[in-house]
Nanobody, 121 residues
Framework: QVQLVESGGGSVQAGGSLRLSCAIS?????MAWFRQASETEREGVAF???????TYADSVKGRFTISIDNAKKTLYLDMNSLKPEDTAMYYC??????????????????WGQGTQVTVSS
């Protein structure tokens, strides 16, 4: 069983930065950040496998960084050069066990409650 609690969302102007945190109870080979804007499907933006291998959506590559601090049991998403189109609810997710990451949200077993990020122009 994995429990996830996000924090760190907020409002920022375009070009600014935010750091999202996800407190983790339990463990998972795959950890990920997804986002969902109004009336859109949930989109995977950053993936972390085995605490080392990272993958990013093209829309955030070079601007977002996913990382984990195992001592603090916390997953992070550092977001730089934010754009209005990054506005969304951001969710931390885990597949559980040793399953690999995937961009498809419906195969993730565990989700946090979400944290809102709003970027104004």
């Amino acid at each position: 069983q994995v429990q996830l609690v996000e924090s760190g969302g907020g409002s920022v102007q375009a070009g600014g930065s935010l750091r999202l945190s996800c407190a983790i109870s339990g463990s998972s080979y795959c950890m990920a950040w997804f986002r969902q804007a109004s009336e859109t499907e949930r989109e995977g933006v950053a993936f972390l496998e085995n605490d080392v291998t990272t993958t990013y959506a093209d829309s955030v590559k070079g601007r977002f960084t996913i990382s984990i601090d195992n001592a603090k049991k916390t997953l992070y998403l550092d977001m730089n050069s934010l754009k209005p189109e990054d506005t969304a609810m951001y969710y931390c997710a885990a597949r559980g066990g040793r399953a690999s990451c995937s961009k498809y949200s419906w195969i993730y077993h565990y989700w946090g409650q979400g944290t809102q990020v709003t970027v104004s122009s």
